[in-house]
Nanobody, 123 residues
Framework: QVQLVESGGGLVQPGGSLRLSCVAPTSIFGIKPMGWYHQAPGHERELIASITSDGNTIYADSAKGRFTISRDRSTENAKDMVYLQMASLKPEDTGVYYC?????????????WGQGTLVTVSS
């Protein structure tokens, strides 16, 4: 059973900002690179930002300069928090956003996914 919970999506106007959050159990994901994935309507899921356990980040061209991925850990709750700060949003950013392991992507793809969080960029 997947234990990823994404939140923070919503309706936003072009040029606006959103902050997405993801809760992941440290026991499963703590040492793995984590990523945010974007699935636009009618398109495949794509990895747009990833962060290693020690904070190194990689962004897809679509996210560079606009999105910032970060990561935190709650030892009390044994949870890793992964965030995606999104700015200068465009209509093409519309879609469902998921977080999951980014280990080996795209050759290795996670099997189980959370419910995702819907972002709609529209005026």
């Amino acid at each position: 059973q997947v234990q990823l919970v994404e939140s923070g999506g919503g309706l936003v106007q072009p040029g606006g900002s959103l902050r997405l959050s993801c809760v992941a159990p440290t026991s499963i994901f703590g040492i793995k690179p984590m990523g945010w994935y974007h699935q636009a309507p009618g398109h495949e899921r794509e990895l747009i930002a990833s962060i290693t356990s020690d904070g190194n980040t990689i962004y897809a061209d679509s996210a560079k300069g606009r999105f910032t991925i970060s990561r935190d850990r709650s030892t009390e709750n044994a949870k890793d928090m992964v965030y995606l700060q999104m700015a200068s949003l465009k209509p093409e950013d519309t879609g469902v956003y998921y977080c999951n392991s980014a280990l080996g992507w795209p050759l290795q793809k996670p099997v189980l996914w959370g419910q995702g969080t819907l972002v709609t960029v529209s005026s």
